[in-house]
């Protein structure tokens, strides 16, 4: 269901910037077809890998994590003049 957009329209719009190129005298540009479905399932896999991985570490990767925060904002603000 996610994938119903992309995989109607990129046909489309494959189509569209394929034609703009050879109507502005370049040479042909071919955009692959792409596999929606198949990059939509490997993200899940990968987001679902990282959230065990995170729920794995629990508290220590927490406190790193706070530490890295601290850091950029105080960064963030050398940056405007706030230091």
Known sequence: ??????HTLFPYARRAITDLVADGGFPPLVLQPINFDQIYSQRMQEAQAQAKA???????ADGAEADVV??????????????
């Open 1 to 6: 269901m996610n994938t119903l957009c992309p």
């Open 54 to 60: 995170t729920e794995t570490n629990g508290a220590e």
């Open 70 to 83: 601290d850091a950029n904002f105080a960064d963030d603000s050398e940056v405007q003049g706030n230091a």
